[in-house]
Each structure stands twice: as C-alpha cells, then as structure tokens.
C-alpha cells in the first residue's frame, strides 16, 4: 500500500462549481498536512496547510483533515480557469522527508 | 528576494554523456531536496542535503547518480552516462533546517532533462 494516494484525474468542471480533491493516506505519525499547486511546467507552490486534525481557510480554498479516518481534502469554491492545475497532497511527520501525492490534474472550464 | 534558482532550464544530452543539475536555495535556507518527476507522474523524493552533508539519498538509484551541496556554491545533481529513462524533469527545493517551522518547502522551476 502506498503510503499516500490520490486519484490522478483528470477531474474537469464548469467555472463557478465546488471542487472536492481527496488523499488517503496510511501513515498515522503524519502531523503536517500540505498542499501544493503545480501549473503545466512549473515547480510546485505551497498553497496551504493544516496542522493535526481539522479544517483551516483561506480564501476560496478549504483545507480538512479527518486524522480518524487518515483522509484529507481540499476544497475550492467559485473555482476559476486560473484554478487549472495539478494538486498534490503532501502529509509529513514534522521531520523532513515530505511524501507527495500523484496529485490530482483539475480542469476549470469557462 | 529571489526564490529557488535551477539552471539550466532545459538540458539535451546524448546516451552515456554527463548532466549536471544546479540549484541555489532560497536565501536563509541550508537544507535542498532533489525531487524527479516522469511526465503525469508525481514527485518522487531522491536526496536530501545540508551544506556539506547528506542527510537522506534513499531515494537516489544506487549508480550513476550523486548528489552533493558544498559550502560554497550551489546544489549540483550529476548525473553520469545518461541514459534515455533519465529523460525526466528534476526539480530542487529547499527549506528551513527540520524542526523550523512547518517543514513547508519552495521548489525551483526544475530543468528538464532530454536524452536523445
């Protein structure tokens, strides 16, 4: 079992739709709980994160972290075409070795 | 106040010939991660460094690859007598000693390497 999977996709939506981005992972030792944004030929960006359990916002985009059932989950509201992009999870346990996600490629459409 | 710097940007070689991979981290960072990533393929992690240590090349394939982070200068992956599976993008990042702050980590542009 890969200790963090993601459906890669390709998930497309309208302009304007409620995107959900999911990641299970089997590691119960991870704390931090990252987001990254990659753009089609660029280097990933941090886009946010949580600590533990929980659900943090920023923005048009949620962050929530169910530690019981080791599930995360992003969520973008009002999502834009500039929102197209590749969306990896990234858990760790405080040390430096960070485990990426497939990611998940979203497409907005106008 | 510059981010991860990765040159060059784009990098052809020809089987069996050397490449070398630079990255200078983000200033106030002395910790760089080397990543690889195969088109819609996500980041595989191969080697994590301080200056003048490996800390981490578990996810370095055991020939041909080194990595190193001198005192001076920047990041360099080398990669020797290349081969048409190398054909990929690397991307470095880098971050905080472990311990500071959330572990979160800035990536550079990456340079995609071609094999022909």
């Known amino acids: 079992q890969k200790e963090v999977e993601q459906d890669p996709g390709p998930l497309s939506v309208p302009e304007g739709a409620i995107v959900s981005l999911n990641c299970t992972y089997s590691?119960?030792?991870?704390?931090?709980f990252m987001w990254y944004r990659q753009y089609s030929r660029k280097g990933p960006e941090l886009l946010m994160y949580t600590y533990s359990s929980g659900n943090k916002e920023d923005g048009r985009f949620t962050a929530q972290v169910d530690k019981s059932s080791k599930y995360i989950s992003l969520f973008i509201r009002d999502s834009q075409p500039s929102d197209s992009a590749t969306y990896l999870c990234?858990?760790?346990?405080?040390?430096?070795?960070?485990?990426f996600g497939a990611g998940t490629r979203l497409f907005v459409k106008a | 106040n510059a981010g991860v710097m990765q040159n060059p940007r784009h990098l052809v070689r020809r089987r069996g010939q050397e490449a070398r991979l630079r990255c200078s981290p983000m200033?106030?960072?002395?910790?760089v991660y080397w990543y690889r990533q195969l088109p819609e393929e996500g980041l595989k992690f191969m080697v994590y460094?301080?200056?003048?240590?490996?800390?981490?090349e578990s996810g370095m394939p055991k020939e041909r690859f080194s990595a190193e982070f001198p005192k001076e200068g920047p990041s360099i992956l080398r990669i020797q007598q290349v081969v048409r599976g190398d054909s990929a993008a690397y991307f470095c990042a880098s971050s905080l000693p472990q311990g500071a702050g959330s572990g979160e980590q800035y990536f550079g542009p990456g340079t995609r390497l071609t094999v022909t």
């Open positions: 990234a858990p760790h346990t405080g040390g430096f070795k960070t485990i």
């Open positions: 200033k106030g960072h002395s910790h």
């Open positions: 460094l301080q200056k003048e240590n490996i800390i981490d």
């Open positions: 590691n119960s030792a991870f704390q931090y």
